[in-house]
């Protein structure tokens, strides 16, 4: 069965540090580049950071450069999301996909797998 599992989300004072993590499973997960979204209630997905199937290349989202640091442990099937300096309105829920075509990914797409999300809130 083929499963995106996010955790690590939770409630965090405004300054604060959270790290996402994403594992795989199901899947060969070295052959899929991998995707953060983040979605509040009645607004549209948008991207938050992506990675390459090696990790060699990277993409951030112009409100999260700087703040947030993608990574993948390929041997662990995992990826992370450090997310420093968080901001209120970085609260959303997060979403990680796989997609093994398309890059960079964006948040428009139907990528080939989804995770169901973790929630992520800053307050001020």
């Known amino acids: 069965e083929v499963q995106l599992v996010e955790s690590g989300g939770g409630l965090v004072q405004a300054g604060g540090s959270l790290r996402l993590s994403c594992a795989a499973s199901?899947?060969?997960?070295?052959?899929?580049?991998i995707g953060w979204f983040r979605q509040v209630p009645g607004k549209g997905r948008e991207g938050v950071s992506c990675?390459?199937?090696?990790?060699?290349?990277?993409r951030y989202a112009g409100s999260v450069k700087g703040r947030f640091t993608i990574s993948r442990d390929n041997a662990k099937k995992t990826v992370y999301l450090q997310m420093n300096s968080l901001k209120p309105e970085d609260t959303a829920v997060y979403y990680c996909?796989?997609?093994?075509?398309?890059?960079?990914?964006?948040?428009?797409?139907?990528?080939?797998?989804w995770g169901q999300g973790t929630q992520v809130t800053v307050v001020s």
């Open positions: 996909a796989a997609d093994k075509d398309l890059w960079p990914i964006d948040p428009q797409t139907k990528h080939d797998f």
């Open positions: 990675i390459s199937k090696s990790g060699g290349s990277t």
């Open positions: 199901g899947f060969t997960f070295d052959d899929y580049h």
